[in-house]
């Protein structure tokens, strides 16, 4: 996202891992980039384990593979 300023001499890009912060500071807006951090707004993520109960790990020819 590209965002504009009077204050800055030129857009800046908000980058993907990036967040806009705007804060009021004794009534002027201070505006920066900054990285993002997860927050209640992010819906929960189930950890993924591919290897977990229920799974099989097959080989190269299809078989399942049998850890001794």
């Known amino acids: 996202m ?3 300023s009077g204050s800055w ?3 800046k890009v908000i980058l ?3 967040v806009l912060e705007v804060r009021n500071v ?3 807006l201070h505006v920066a980039r ?3 951090r997860p927050d209640e707004w992010d819906p ?4 993924d ?3 977990g109960p229920g799974k099989s790990v097959t080989g190269h020819d299809g078989e399942e593979a049998i850890d001794d």
């Open 44 to 47: 929960p993520i189930e950890p």
């Open 34 to 36: 900054k990285e993002r």
């Open 2 to 4: 590209r965002v504009t």
């Open 16 to 18: 993907r891992d990036q």
């Open 26 to 28: 004794d009534g002027r």
């Open 49 to 51: 384990d591919p290897y």
């Open 9 to 11: 001499d030129g857009e």
